[in-house]
């Protein structure tokens, strides 16, 4: 089991930089590969970034490239999204995610089991 606690949302304008963190706690002596998802009012919720158990696989859907980077430290149990140039397109709940046997890069919700409660970012215009 994996309890995952994101932190470091709140609003910013167009353009701005915005750094989310997901704390991990319980078993975290596994590989877990992680992600993160965000939900829209209104819409599904998406897929945006994943990194592999190790860190040195990355995956980033088209909207997010060159514009946030996803990291995590190990040793903090902590995973990162750095997010740069934000719009307001940007704007969604933002959740943190963590899985170990499904298809990492692929985004889809079934492959990560443990979901944080998620952090609101809002960029305004």
């Known amino acids: 089991q994996v309890q995952l606690v994101e932190s470091g949302g709140g609003s910013v304008q167009a353009g701005g930089s915005l750094r989310l963190s997901c704390a991990a706690s319980?078993?975290?002596?596994?590989?877990?590969?992680m992600g993160w998802f965000r939900q829209a009012p209104g819409k599904a919720r998406e897929g945006v970034v994943a990194?592999?158990?190790?860190?040195?696989?990355?995956f980033y859907v088209d909207s997010a490239k060159g514009r946030f980077t996803i990291s995590r430290d190990n040793a903090k149990n902590t995973l990162y999204l750095q997010m740069n140039n934000v719009n307001p397109e940007d704007t969604a709940m933002y959740y943190c995610?963590?899985?170990?046997?499904?298809?990492?890069?692929?985004?889809?919700?079934?492959?990560?089991?443990?979901w944080g409660q998620g952090a609101q970012v809002t960029v305004s215009s």
């Open positions: 990194i592999d158990g190790v860190g040195g696989g990355k």
């Open positions: 319980g078993d975290t002596s596994r590989d877990y590969y």
């Open positions: 995610a963590a899985g170990l046997s499904g298809v990492w890069y692929r985004m889809r919700e079934y492959d990560y089991r443990y």
